[in-house]
């Protein structure tokens, strides 16, 4: 591989991620901005590019890109490329909340999965943002970009909808007074008309969301519910819009939250199965 | 959280992954001895812990915390306490084979989790170890540990032996000359019988691994092929020893691993397609 001059251009990564004093990003952080150049859009990077996005000097990517490479954080192809590692992947699957979910859930996800024949997903909330911490994809299903470790903005999501609408209010008003982005025509991005949505989440249990983020596709989301009834998660469904009417499949994700739910030690889903 | 005195004990982590030579690790060896330290076993760990088994002392394990959990590398629970962040479970979702794989194959792997009612999985080798790139767990399933993220030996598990008997033969020499770590009264640690296990899978295209890990599990696994018909990855389910004969479950695994070797552009499963 041929190394050229280092240019250490503005770079997103960094600015976003290190405090505004401080001009200098700290060794961690140079760490960190090298692992954030890779997204969806940038699984597969050379050493030149990892540069430029992240804003480090071509010798610092270099010396850095070693490290992580030699722990497994970073993997090198024939072609001398890097992309993220088997090791992230394995790291990643430690996280508390997404393994005990997947645990208690996967069995019931693969029934509603087999019983739908569409997409199917269990999402958590990080923050503003909805992720996918298990996406079983249906050959049937609509031409969605749900995907497992998949992160999109609450308010355009079903799942999201549905973690959204149980947030505690802080959370709530600050996602309403942000930005909100708008993928499609049909995407809510009116904060009042939010607020009646996430409103109606909360006293029907459900929520509809129709081709918020790809055309064509009509996603339907419940909670599911764990320790002192809390919502921790909702499971949602992706259909090819017309397919069927969207409320058809509200019984079998209402049953599969339910023993999801219950199998996380919710105290109704418990009383609703003994009673 | 109190910070009570460093202890700067010898650690695992930081000893296996810094060169001998260097008695000081670099920056970035030392945050990523900090994420070395979660495990399966360790998923949640306190301040005093993570400093423990990283070896770093506790201001430095501090700053370093500190900095990981403002990217969302780790994630601070209630208690005070830290463990793996969502981050890391969504820059694992970037790894390019599993990304690829999962995406390939996850439509079928779900029609083979309905079809055989019990735990299937897809893996990948990574060096020595075999990864579950997917695992579509039963209820009806045998009490398995194989899971999402989760590495084990090649030796020692059906995907892992078919990864092992494909792969070159430096690597193959390696396995057999290294130390074969045992699991239970059967698992293959004679380096003879596993090089005739092997030789056998090349022939026959599937294993049979009875008890290797775990009591009452019998594992069965195929090859997986992609371009050039290399095999990539290798598709396995799990039983419930004397439930049904291994043998019985061959005919749809490897109808799913043809299924998903076309679908990565096997020549082979194109031309039997056609043929």
Chains 1, 2 share one sequence.
């Not at 970073?74 to 979910?101: F, H, N, Q, T």
Request: hydrophobic share 40%; glycine share 8%.
């Amino acid at each position: 591989m041929t190394i050229t001059a280092a240019v250490p251009a503005p770079s997103p990564a960094l600015t976003a991620r290190r405090p505004r004093h401080d001009a200098r990003p700290t060794a961690a952080q140079r760490v960190l901005a090298i692992l954030d150049v890779f997204d969806q859009e940038h699984l597969v990077l050379t050493l030149s590019e990892i540069s430029r996005r992240s804003g480090l000097t071509l010798s610092t990517t270099h010396r850095l890109v070693g490290e992580l490479r030699s722990w497994g954080a970073l993997d090198r192809s024939d072609d001398g490329r890097y992309a993220i590692g088997m090791r992230v992947l394995e790291l990643g699957s430690l996280e508390p909340k997404g393994l005990r979910l997947r645990t208690a859930a996967l069995p019931y996800l693969g029934d509603l999965h087999a019983a739908l024949a569409t997409d199917v997903n269990l999402s958590v909330r990080d923050g503003t943002d909805v992720i996918y911490v298990e996406s079983l994809r249906s050959r049937h299903g609509a031409p969605v970009l749900t995907r497992l470790g998949g992160r999109w903005p609450l308010h355009a999501t079903a799942t999201g909808q549905i973690l959204l609408a149980h947030a505690e209010p802080e959370l709530q008003e600050r996602v309403l007074h942000g930005p909100l982005k708008r993928y499609t025509a049909k995407t809510c991005v009116d904060p009042d008309a939010l607020r009646r949505t996430l409103a109606d989440v909360r006293r029907s249990g459900f929520t509809i969301v129709d081709e918020s983020i790809t055309a064509g596709a009509v996603a339907i989301a419940v909670p599911v519910r764990g320790a002192g009834d809390r919502v921790v998660s909702a499971v949602g469904a992706t259909i090819r819009r017309g397919s069927c009417p969207p409320e058809s499949v509200l019984p079998a994700l209402s049953t599969t939250a339910r023993a999801i739910s219950r199998a996380l030690g919710s105290p109704s889903a418990r009383a609703r199965a003994r009673g």
